[in-house]
């Protein structure tokens, strides 16, 4: 195994609240265990990768590297760039025409000289890598590729807990818990809250119950008709759990004549398919980014709920938000930082090692953090609604479970 002279960092996909902090935490403990080894970082992940936009990690930068633990963002910035996607990599001007990505990125690494490259996204973002690192050793070049697993989703397989998910949660709740006070604006309130989740409930879910537990340290003041029923959650819509619209029109409606306002806590992702179908068949195109993604902007599955609901509630006003930007964008809280620091330990141990994979609780050993093989990580990794908090959840708020749907891999 040959020595590790130089070390290259990229962040990619969506932001969460994992992104700077994880390249201080790889900073501090390079700097710890291998202080004679060179840092640098792409801009904009595969982006800066493919036009050789890089910047060195300078030794003010190391002095100071504790700092990025308390950003959010990404100090490198990122992309959504797909490797394979020579198309879309032409039309950007990011290669020159008849060029192959995965050829250009290579060459790039070769002549920065790159021993080690840790990339920081979701499970598109460390596959990517590791066919990059598989077309370097077919050319006789050697890369050691340690990804980190970063996803608000929480939706890759086999990690149990993926960086910045639980602070996404925390952050969504707050959120809420200003909005929410918008149903004294006017009688027959419906709110809409829109959560990140283009497969997976979990952060729908785990904002939810993350809410929830802010209402039991209020003071409620049931004579002025100030009540908990009144700032609860009243319904939670995931893409794994089917819904009867008919039947929780019927129970909502009965929560608003009492409370006179509704809360629902909606997926991004939730009846997706059907709502793309219902555009389709009116003659509406669906844009789709690189990666043959539907642009969920674009398809606005908070407003098609608020919609569906406000005449059936007899609503006066709906109001729909979405808290993913101000979530996914967040500094990590205590937790997720304990998460990631051991993550980017047990990166620069394996990338000294000479050890590829991704860095993550292994579900499928116990949930011990190890460096698990490229190819059993991959996304779409369903949120599982029998799970007990979730399924106490809702009997508190009176939601019926619905039946468990089946959710389809799609990558990051």
């Known amino acids: 195994m040959k020595p590790v002279r130089k070390v290259a960092f990229l962040t990619a996909g969506g932001l969460a609240p994992c992104l700077s902090s994880a390249i201080g935490a790889l900073i501090e403990a390079y700097t710890r265990h291998a202080p004679e080894v060179a840092l640098i970082g792409y801009r904009d992940g595969y982006r800066g990768l493919l036009l050789g936009d890089r910047r060195e990690v300078t030794p003010a930068v190391r002095q100071n590297a504790h700092a990025l633990l308390s950003f959010g963002g990404s100090v490198l910035g990122n992309s959504r760039v797909k490797l394979a996607n020579r198309e879309d990599c032409e039309k950007r001007g990011l290669v020159r025409p008849g060029q192959d990505p995965r050829q250009v990125a290579a060459d790039q690494l070769a002549r920065d000289g790159v021993d080690v490259l840790h990339t920081i996204g979701g499970d598109d973002t460390n596959t990517a890598a590791a066919d990059l690192a598989a077309f370097l050793r077919q050319k006789g070049y050697e890369l050691t590729v340690v990804g980190l697993p ?245 009997a508190a708020i009176g939601q019926p479970k619905g039946a468990k749907l089946s959710v389809v891999h799609q990558e990051e």
């Not at 009540?227 to 039947?247: G, I, K, N, S, W």
């Open 150 to 394: 970063k996803t608000v989703d929480n939706d890759v397989f086999p990690i149990r807990q993926t960086l910045g998910a639980w602070t996404a949660a925390e952050q969504g709740a707050r959120f809420f818990a200003h909005v929410v006070a918008e149903h004294s604006a006017n009688p027959r309130m419906l709110i809409v809250h829109e959560v990140m989740g283009r497969n997976c409930g979990w952060l729908t879910a785990a904002t939810a119950a993350a809410y929830r537990r802010t209402l039991d340290d209020m003071t409620f003041f049931p004579d002025l008709g100030f009540t908990r029923r009144q700032r609860e959650v009243h319904a939670v819509y995931v893409p794994e759990m089917a819904f009867d619209l008919e039947a929780e029109a019927r129970r909502l409606k009965a929560v608003m004549d009492e409370a006179d306002n509704v809360n629902l806590f909606v997926a991004e992702g939730a009846c997706v398919e059907s709502i793309i179908r219902e555009m389709e068949s009116r003659g509406e195109r669906v844009p789709r980014d690189a990666f043959g993604h539907p642009r969920l902007d674009k398809v606005n599955v908070g407003q098609w709920f608020g919609q569906q609901f406000a005449a059936l509630l007899k609503a006066e006003k709906t109001l729909v938000q979405k808290s993913g930007y101000f979530s996914r964008s967040a500094p990590p809280n205590r937790q997720d930082l304990a998460l990631i620091r051991r993550c980017a330990r047990k990166a620069v141990e394996a990338a000294l090692a000479g050890q590829s994979g991704v860095v993550g609780e292994d579900e499928a050993r116990g949930g011990r953090l190890r460096v698990i093989e490229f190819e059993r990580v991959c996304g779409g990794k369903p949120f599982d609604i029998d799970t007990p908090w979730f399924t106490e959840m809702l």
